[in-house]
């Protein structure tokens, strides 16, 4: 059954430490992302990736960053240099960037305390 | 700056009728529109698109109508169940390169039975 899993589903963490959201599909798509959702607001790019080891920087990336050491695999860290870390976390995949449509994991809420 | 706007943030419409949302954008390379269909805690869903090369495209109940002259999309729903209500995303990109989605803020359809 393919998709994108997301975990957890919830999370907590205190101010000023580090958190990473994990994020994989078995979808085979090169191309992964990671959204930010907040209230009022539409889906902004944090960080998106081509390929296996290649990442760029989307529309809000500061206090963020990402890795893809696999295909299936592309973890969001949200550092403590992010302001406002209190958000819904969304990673999609697709099979290519040029490709239209984008298939959504099911989110993470994070709640920065 | 807000390239695609969706200035409706909620809409409420009977059971049976017509639910028209709308989407207006300001980037003339935008050239392909995708419609998002998100339930609360959960990644939005893809729902229809439409090619600039088109000016309406139908899925069964759903049909989004695309006016290139005035910037302007929308999405009819017919007849509006109540397994409708969610927030729908318009996005659009530029099909050149590798230009990402861009979103839209949302609109909350509620359905009334």
């Known amino acids: 059954d393919g998709g994108i899993t997301q975990s957890p589903k919830y999370l907590f963490r205190k101010e000023g430490q580090n958190v990473t959201l994990s994020c994989e599909q078995n979808?085979?798509?090169?191309?992964m992302y990671w959204y930010r959702q907040d209230p009022g607001q539409g889906l902004r790019l944090i960080y998106y990736?081509?390929?296996?080891?290649?990442?760029q920087k989307g529309d809000i990336a500061e206090g963020y960053s990402v890795s893809r050491e696999k295909k299936e695999s592309f973890p969001l860290t949200v550092t403590s240099a992010q302001k406002n870390p209190t958000a819904f976390y969304l990673c999609?995949?697709?099979?290519?960037?040029?490709?239209?449509?984008?298939?959504f994991g099911p989110g993470t809420r994070l709640t920065v305390l | 700056d807000q390239q695609v706007k969706q200035n409706s943030p909620s809409l409420s419409v009977q059971e049976g009728r017509i639910s028209i949302l709308n989407c207006d954008y300001t980037n003339s390379m935008f050239d392909y529109f995708l419609w998002y269909k998100k339930y609360p805690a959960e990644g939005p869903t893809f729902l229809i698109s439409i090619s600039s090369i088109k000016d309406k495209n139908e899925d069964g109940r759903f049909t989004v109508f695309l006016n290139k002259s005035a910037k302007h999309l929308s999405l009819h729903i017919v007849p509006s169940q109540p397994g409708d209500s969610a927030v729908y995303f318009c996005a659009a990109r530029a099909n050149f390169g590798n230009e990402k989605l861009t979103f839209g803020t949302g609109t909350r359809l509620t359905i009334i039975p």
């Open positions: 990736s081509q390929i296996v080891n290649d990442f």
């Open positions: 979808l085979n798509h090169d191309a």
């Open positions: 999609a995949s697709s099979v290519a960037v040029t490709y239209n449509e984008q298939f």
